[in-house]
């Protein structure tokens, strides 16, 4: 009886181990969690998909003559492989010879954010020679900018452009679950234009995430400055607008 009990705990003992074992290597697995987005696509809309350098995955939706990036992009890396400097805890400096940077919004861990709203980009970054989109895409121009504006206005509301009084009504995400308040937007056109906020210049401050949305443009207004195009839920429009190259704003592509 004895031998028989002595028998049963080394067996007890050996499948503890082995499940503390499993336990500790799935706690120490070093292999980052990919996040999720919980950004709302428009389900009556086909949706393709593309992946950039670190091998993120994003939906795309094309437009007209034009097929886009459904999503914010969030590589931490350019084309060519070269780290994109972290700018989190640093200032980003302004000025000639000006590092492109990247950060998360509030230095945000959670990774389902980041999925969701994607990174923040300097100016600089947009500018490098290295090439911040993917392989087959690029940042738009403000030329692309306005071909989409006026492709998914189709005629309607007032075009004076830069702006449109209509077109943010048909690329913003509808429903309020991101936009934070009342948001009339209907997401016709299938590209879920989010509000991924902005960071200030210098030390890390952030602002306007769920409420406003900004994302670059390729096209310089002077130097030190480009483009950009933003979007609120308090209006239908959407237009573009010029910002001084220090400045952190979200990124959609467009495919070459």
Known sequence: MKNVLFSLLCTAIAVGSLALAS???DKD?????????TAVFNPDKTYGTMTDTEGNVYRTITIGTQTWMAENLRTTRYRNGDPIPSGENDEWLFGEGT??????Y?????LDSVATFGLLYNGFAVLDSRNLAPEGWHIPTNVEWDTLMTTVAEG????????????????????????GRANRATN???FTYLPGGVRNPGKPSFEQVGYGGFCWSASVYMNGMLWYCSSTPDFLSFGRHAGPCDVGMSVRCVKD
Do not use: F, M
């Open 156 to 179: 309607e509301g007032q075009t004076q452009y830069p702006i449109n009084t209509i077109a943010g009504g048909k690329l913003r995400e509808a429903g309020t679950l991101h936009w």
């Open 29 to 37: 697995d070093d292999t980052p969690r990919v996040g999720k987005s």
């Open 188 to 190: 016709s056109s299938g």
């Open 23 to 25: 336990c500790c290597k």
């Open 106 to 110: 509030k230095n945000t861990h959670d």
């Open 99 to 104: 590092p492109g940077a990247c950060c998360r």
